[in-house]
C-alpha cells in the first residue's frame, strides 16, 4: 500500500454544501471516493490510499487535471484505490464532486 498526499491552493469555497458525500466501492480495479467539507485554510487536500505502488506521477497528474476542472477550496478528499485506472479515477471523482455539491455546480 502506498499514500499520497496532494494540496491546492485557489480554488472557490462551496456556499452550502452537505458534510460529506462518497461514491464507489473498493473492490478489485476499482475505487472509493469520500469528499469532506473542511475548514482547511482554503486548501483542497486529497489524499491516496493505493495497493498499486509506484505510480505518484500518473496520480499527480491526474489530481492536477481535476483540481485545474473543479477548483474546490476547504474540501478533503480521500481516495481508496485497488488499481482503478486513471480514466476511473477522475470519473469517480467528477461523480463525487457532483453528488457532494448537486444543484451549485
Not at 498499486?52 to 497528474?61: D, E, L
Not at 476547504?74 to 448537486?102: C, K, Y
Request: aromatic share 6%.
Amino acid at each position: 500500500m502506498e499514500t499520497l498526499n496532494f494540496e491546492y491552493r485557489g480554488g472557490h469555497a462551496a456556499n452550502s454544501v452537505p458534510d460529506a458525500a462518497v461514491v464507489g466501492v473498493v473492490g478489485s480495479g476499482n475505487l472509493e471516493v469520500l469528499v469532506e467539507h473542511k475548514d482547511l485554510g482554503g486548501a483542497c487536500r486529497i489524499e491516496v490510499v493505493t495497493a498499486a505502488t509506484g505510480f505518484a506521477p500518473i496520480w499527480q497528474a491526474v489530481m492536477d487535471d481535476f483540481f485545474a476542472r473543479h477548483r474546490l477550496a476547504d474540501i478533503a478528499i480521500s481516495i481508496n484505490d485497488v488499481g482503478a485506472t486513471p480514466a476511473v479515477v477522475s470519473l469517480r471523482l467528477d461523480q463525487a464532486v457532483e453528488s457532494f455539491l448537486g444543484s451549485e455546480k
